[in-house]
């Protein structure tokens, strides 16, 4: 590497700049080039029916902008216009955009393109930085200006053949490459293509700065577009759009401060699919606006839909950790992060109000995911995971003491399996640790009876192989067995120091469960859990559970 190849951005000449003051409080007008700016950077372009299938999807998600694609460039491109208007696809208060070049033959096509829809945006564009006047182009300022205007021109020429015909036709003029090119000749170029299109506050015209390759900063990016917001002619009669594009990682964050900086209108696609590292990510600028209460006036509430689409039309991936969308984006593993996140839910479960849940920027329920999916155990996780999958999958509600006795148990089996659990065999692992212990002590029969408080019971047990029966006497049933577990089955000196029950509402299995804790007189406590269809039964295999695990 040889860092000297390279050189600083210029900065800005920007003085007062206004946009680091500024917060968002609305959403933009958001336009999707998925169709054409996503696909054109696909290694296998979309063909007629994925189009027709993202345009319905984009429109379900509520975009009014969508750039259907670049008409003139492929047969393909052009019969989808005539397909989407030809069978009438395209919602009233929809607006499909075309992308074409400043070249004459070109727009012509487009136009042909558009016949018979009901509001189009033709999108012209031509490339304005340094690098491609000097290397691409071989053109002078003056020369890219000419182009622009021509083809501006040329537009101009053709528009009443759609007005004519009842369409409704917006503009759009795109300085390509903006944020590598001097602000003064952007302004320049861009207020030739206004001198053409002649616009007014009552006919606006969109001009785009595209971020085509991004090249500095996000803060550059909003210094540039705040000096053109405040330089250039006539500003209330543009819509001033943004398009950014990835490649330092800061595509969202340079549309964001691009919208503090004054911009009106967004482009970009869904999970930032796009030339090299993608455009701008539009689902996660929208759930940006969302997380802090603004409408974003686009719906993502069935966000695994949305992949499937996405998928299945580009042969993209979302990647996991995509931001809102990846499969991990909700899941904590980490113990303390689980338990942070289980305490946030109950608490916003009860009382409700504004989110406020540790780790959760947003409720997963809102683009249609499931608490689940958050909570997920391998070995770094700890009680509070295995407590709430327990609880949540199965209504196992262990006592908090117990939680903290069975969560290292859980975790040093799931670190020998080096890999995440399911909550099945979490659940197998808490059978098998409580309710299967069945050495030394074995309950094959228990009956108590009680008479004025005083309770009796007769078991038979079978201790290390040999059947032995045994009784006892105490204030209940529970009490009465201890003691005869204690004096006619050789169990330790112990006593019930804690104890709860619950039903299991679902499953084959009983549907009584106890828990017990055990205290022995050299002040060890254990727990034991025990089931069955009796709770009274299920209470007192809780107590061989915890006797059995006290003394194996
Ligand atoms: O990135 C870009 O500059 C573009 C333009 C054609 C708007 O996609
Ligand atoms: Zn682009």
């Not at 390279?6 to 946009?19: A, E, G, K, M």
């Not at 020369?143 to 369409?167: C, F």
């Not at 800061?250 to 696609?269: I, S």
């Not at 909570?375 to 199965?394: C, D, H, P, T, W």
Request: net charge negative; proline share 5%; charged share 20%.
């Amino acid at each position: 590497m040889s860092p000297n190849k390279y050189r600083p951005f210029p900065p800005i000449p920007i003085q007062n700049r206004q946009w680091p003051s500024r917060t968002l409080s609305a959403a933009p007008i958001w336009c999707s080039v998925d169709l054409r700016d996503g696909n054109q950077a696909l290694a296998v372009p979309m063909n007629v029916s994925q189009k027709l299938e993202m345009f319905d999807s984009l429109v379900k998600c509520g975009f009014k902008e969508i750039e259907v694609g670049f008409p003139s460039a492929s047969n393909t491109e052009f019969s989808f216009n005539r397909r989407l208007i030809e069978d009438n696809r395209i919602p009233d208060d929809v607006t499909i955009q075309c992308l074409v070049q400043a070249r004459e033959h070109l727009i012509e096509r487009t136009v042909e393109s558009l016949m018979g829809a009901k509001s189009v945006i033709i999108h012209m564009y031509n490339s304005t930085s340094p690098a491609q006047r000097k290397h691409v182009f071989n053109m002078t300022k003056e020369q890219i200006i000419e182009v622009a205007i021509q083809g501006a021109n040329w537009i101009k020429e053709r528009i009443h053949r759609l007005e004519d015909t009842g369409t409704r036709v917006m503009l759009q003029y795109s300085p390509e490459s903006f944020s590598a090119t001097e602000v003064e000749f952007a302004k320049e170029v861009s207020e030739a293509v206004m001198d053409v299109w002649q616009p007014t506050v009552e006919r606006k015209m969109i001009l785009n700065l595209p971020d085509t390759v991004e090249v500095a900063g996000p803060n550059v990016y909003a210094d540039q577009i705040e000096w053109i917001c405040s330089h250039i002619r006539n500003r209330e009669a543009l819509l001033i759009s943004l398009h950014t594009h990835n490649d330092r990682g800061t595509g969202t964050a340079a549309t964001e401060l691009g919208l503090l900086a004054g911009a009106d209108r967004v482009e970009g696609t869904l999970f930032g699919n796009g030339e090299r590292t993608g455009n701008l990510d539009i689902v996660q600028t929208a759930m940006n606006l969302y997380m802090h209460g603004i409408d974003p006036k686009l719906n993502f509430s069935d966000m695994n839909g949305l992949i499937g689409m996405y998928e299945r039309c580009t042969g993209m991936t979302v990647p996991p950790r995509q931001p809102y969308a990846g499969e991990l984006v909700f899941t904590a593993f980490s113990g303390s992060h689980q338990d942070a996140i289980k305490k946030g839910l109950a608490n916003y479960e009860k009382t409700g109000g504004s989110w406020d849940v540790p780790y959760l920027t947003i409720d997963p329920h809102d683009i249609g995911r499931k608490y689940q999916e958050v909570i997920r155990v391998n070995s770094q996780s700890g009680k509070g995971g295995v407590a709430y999958l327990l609880e949540s999958e199965f209504g196992i509600e262990m006592p908090k003491d117990m939680q903290r006795e069975f969560g290292p148990i859980a975790n040093d089996l799931v670190d020998a399996l080096g890999r995440e659990v399911t909550a099945a065999e979490l659940k197998a692992m808490f059978w098998k640790e409580y309710i299967e212990r069945t050495s030394p002590y074995s309950l094959h029969h228990f009956h108590a009876d009680g008479v004025d408080g005083v309770f009796r019971c007769r078991s038979s047990l079978v201790i290390s192989g040999k059947e032995v029966g045994v009784a006892g006497e105490g204030n209940g049933p529970i009490a009465a067995f201890v003691q005869a577990l204690v004096q006619d089955a050789g169990a330790p000196a112990f006593e019930v120091s804690s104890y709860r029950e619950q039903s299991l509402s679902s499953g084959t299995e009983a549907s009584a469960l106890a828990f017990i804790q055990i205290k022995l007189a050299d002040g060890r406590v254990c727990w034991g859990a025990g089931t069955d269809t009796n709770i009274e039964l299920a209470s007192i295999k809780a107590v061989v559970s915890a006797i059995n695990r006290a003394t194996a």
